[in-house]
Structure formats: C-alpha cells, structure tokens
C-alpha cells in the first residue's frame, strides 16, 4: 500500500512476476558465474500484491561464506522492478541429486577427465618459475594475475608450489574451496580464480608428498577445478626443475615460462637451468622478470642496486628470451605480502606496482611450436 499526501491509501501496483523473474536471471552466483536459475539456485519466487518479494535460494553448501553478497545482489536487482517495494531472502540447501545436476553442467560435454587447456584451449598459460626460492617468484605472480584481472581479465592462478604454498597470504583469503559432487570451485580474491593446496590443508601441518603425490594434486587441480572461461592461468611452480616442474610439462605442454631472478649471479645461474630445461623439452619461453632490480627509497626515491646489476638481462640473453621487466624492491610491496593485497591493489601508484602493471600488460602470447608434436591427419 502507498500513501497519498492526504492520508489516503491505494493498492500497490501488482509486481510483474516475469519482470521479478527476468531481474533473478541477472544475478550471478560470484564462485559458480552462472545466472541463479541456471545454476538452479532458485527454489522458491513469491511474489504478493503488497509488493513484497521473497525469494528461497539453494546454496551448494549451508555454510557458504557469500551469503551477503548472493543477498545484496538479488535485493539490488529485484527492487528495480516496478512495484516491489520489499524482498527478503532465505536460504535452504541443495539436495544431492540438485548437486550432482550442477556438478554435470559444470563439467560441461567432457566425459574424459582432461583439463581444459590443452592445444585447442584459448586460454593462455604461464608457468613462473624460478631457479632457487626467495627470488620472489610468487609476488610477481600474484600481482601480474591482479594486475590482468584490473585490465579486464579473466584470470586464474594455480599454485603448483605444494610444499612452500604462499598464494593464500599473498590473497589475503584462507576459506577451503567448495566442492560439488568431485567439482571443486576456485577460490576468489581481487577478481581472481585461486586454487592452492593452502585452502585444504591446516596452514600449521607441513605437507609430505612425493612425487606420485604431487602428480596427481597437479593433475586434479587443473582438470576437478571448474576455472571457467579464462583469459589467462598463472601457475606459480617451486623453486628449481623437480617432480612439480616435470609434470607440468607432461600436462600442459602448452605453457609458456617465464622465468624470474635477481640480478645476483646465483639466482640468475640457478633460473637458466629452468631456462634451458623448458628449453630442451621445446616449452615456449615467454620472457624474465628481474625481481628486486633496486630498493627504491620512500622518501627520495633514489634506488640503489642491493643485489648487484645486470642478472636478469644476462639470463634472457642466455636462454633466448626477452627481459620483460625489471621490479624494483618497496617498502609497498612488503606491506602488501604482509596485509594480503598484491600491491598493484594495495598501493598502485608505487614503483613496483607501476611495473608490475606493464609487463602484465605488455606479456607476450607465445606458443609451443609445431616440431616434434604429432599432427592430426584426416584421409580422404
């Protein structure tokens, strides 16, 4: 009911319930990015001639952490329907055979169990690797796939370094990944799909795994995680060219590296075996990024060369690639690892975010060439 200036009350317009319907269908669930009817979300659309809307949402699990935002989104596009002037939502959970139906429809045609970035595959991959650890491998990581997802990406990131996982912190996120029926959903943060062994394990335990182990991780986070359509996955590998490495290039022979070092000649001697490694089994190397090229003083701005100069073109020049950036050490993005905001986010105006944006928009597409691969040939 509405009231007139003279006290007089008149009948709500009646609520178009297809109008009410059509503005559900513009919300998305933020882990699944599917409309809520075709996730089969919607369990119940009231709608009554006072103008009040009530709408019943199935979730995949009852203790679904985007609640308020699944709420805000629904209230925000609902209201905008002529005549509706409340909606309240409530919740109830999926049942197992709902479950197992979104679970098919994630999966999509593909019966095999392959992941979905193989040859035909549009999404293009990066393995960042490094030779030794504490280059930095995964800051730069972390803030080029943020750094994409600000230009407009749609971007992933595996975090393939098992027993030294940092892309939880770097995130700031710690919630375990939902999983539907064998389907698990990446984690998101700052508008990029996160998947990492750090979301399933206590961050306290450390992980034990050998190499048949690791494999199979790998192997079921690229193929039972739904990513979605990316425009780009990162995978942050371990340090050096052990068992995570060698699988890689057996399960995506169509990544490209890119290799991160210092200028010191022991990280940039310990990265060119990474180099000529993924070299060797004809990986397409994308380029280098020198880490920690200076510190760059806050209150001058004078940068001084701490770790020596020169590394990261050395190692370009020796593994055939381009030198894709030289990242500045700041006191930002210290502050961004510690607080879980990649800085590009966290301060974008600093030297190394304002870095770290160009090379990730100047990242080169490069592909595996066609020698040494077997060609599908068709006889007519």
Not at 128 to 136: E, L, R, T, Y
Request: glycine share 10%; proline share 7%.
């Amino acid at each position: 009911m509405r009231l007139l200036s003279g006290g007089r009350r008149i009948p709500a317009a009646a609520v178009d319930r297809e109008a009410v319907l059509a503005a559900l269908h513009r919300v998305e669930d933020p882990e699944l990015h599917l409309p809520l009817d075709d996730a089969g979300m919607l369990e119940e659309v009231g709608v009554e001639r006072s103008g009040t809307v009530r709408v019943t949402l199935r979730l995949t699990t009852p203790t679904c952490p985007l609640k308020d935002t699944l709420v805000g989104g629904v209230t925000r596009e609902v209201s905008s329907v002529d005549g509706v002037e409340r909606v309240e939502v409530t919740f109830t959970a999926m049942s197992d055979s709902q479950k197992m139906q979104l679970a098919t429809r994630l999966r999509g045609d593909d019966r095999s169990g392959a992941h979905p970035f193989g040859p035909d595959s549009t999404t293009r991959v990066y393995a960042v690797a490094s030779g030794k650890g504490g280059v930095g491998k995964s800051t730069v990581t972390a803030n080029l796939a943020a750094a994409l997802a600000r230009q407009g990406q749609r971007v992933g990131v595996l975090d393939a370094d098992i027993w030294g996982y940092s892309v939880p912190q770097l995130f700031g996120v710690r919630r375990p990944p939902v999983a539907i029926k064998g389907v698990m959903l990446p984690v998101e943060a700052h508008g990029v799909a996160l998947m990492s062994v750090g979301f399933i394990v206590d961050d306290a335990e450390p992980v034990m795994w050998r190499g048949p182990m690791l494999h199979k991780a790998i192997q079921q986070f690229l193929s039972d995680v739904h990513w979605g359509d990316l425009d780009v996955l990162l995978i942050d590998l371990p340090p050096g060219t052990g068992d995570v490495t060698m699988s890689l290039l057996e399960l995506v022979p169509d990544a490209a590296l890119v290799a991160v070092t210092t200028p010191q000649p022991a990280a940039r001697t310990v990265a060119e075996r990474v180099g000529r490694m993924a070299r060797n089994a004809r990986m397409p190397v994308a380029g280098v990024v020198e880490n920690m090229t200076s510190l760059a003083c806050g209150s001058c701005g004078a940068h001084t060369a701490v770790f020596g100069t020169g590394g990261g073109q050395l190692l370009a020049d020796a593994i055939a690639a381009p030198l894709l950036g030289q990242v500045p050490l700041d006191l930002a993005t210290r502050e961004a690892g510690d607080t879980g905001v990649p800085v590009v986010v966290h301060d974008p105006s600093s030297p190394a975010a304002r870095e770290l944006d160009r090379i990730a928009a100047d990242l080169p597409v490069v592909r595996r060439s066609l020698a040494g691969r077997k060609l599908p040939l068709t006889v007519v």
